[in-house]
């Protein structure tokens, strides 16, 4: 059982930047395969950001040039730094966790998750 824990929501501007983090309390994280998923009011949860145990990294377009997802695996911890923040990037953010070689885009890829937190960005 890994529990996830993310910290570092909260209300900002547009075109301001914040940086997520998401602890994980397990003894093998660097054997995880990690990803930052969201969901807006009213809408479907979505992939944000991704990355591998091998550290490759993968993002939903509209993210691609100003987010970066990376990982501190003696720390146990992944990160979500987000820059230039749109009204559109209102959501909660749920970090993931999963061991197996899944598709890193499809919530199903993801046995564990945390609670979530809320970033709100206004116009």
């Known amino acids: 059982q890994v529990q996830l824990v993310e910290s570092g929501g909260g209300l900002v501007q547009a075109g301001d930047s914040l940086r997520l983090s998401c602890a994980a309390s397990?003894?093998?994280?660097?054997?995880?395969?990690m990803a930052w998923f969201r969901r807006a009011p009213g809408k479907e949860r979505e992939f944000v950001a991704a990355?591998?145990?091998?550290?490759?990294?993968s993002y939903r377009d509209s993210v691609k040039d100003r987010f970066t997802i990376s990982r501190d695996n003696a720390k146990n911890m992944v990160y979500l730094q987000m820059n230039s923040l749109k009204p559109e990037d209102t959501a909660v953010y749920y970090c993931?966790?999963?061991?197996?070689?899944?598709?890193?885009?499809?919530?199903?890829?993801?046995?564990?998750w945390g609670q979530g937190t809320q970033v709100t960005v206004s116009s």
């Open positions: 993931a966790a999963d061991q197996r070689n899944r598709s890193p885009v499809h919530a199903l890829g993801y046995d564990y």
């Open positions: 990355i591998r145990s091998g550290f490759t990294t």
């Open positions: 397990t003894r093998t994280f660097s054997s995880y395969n």
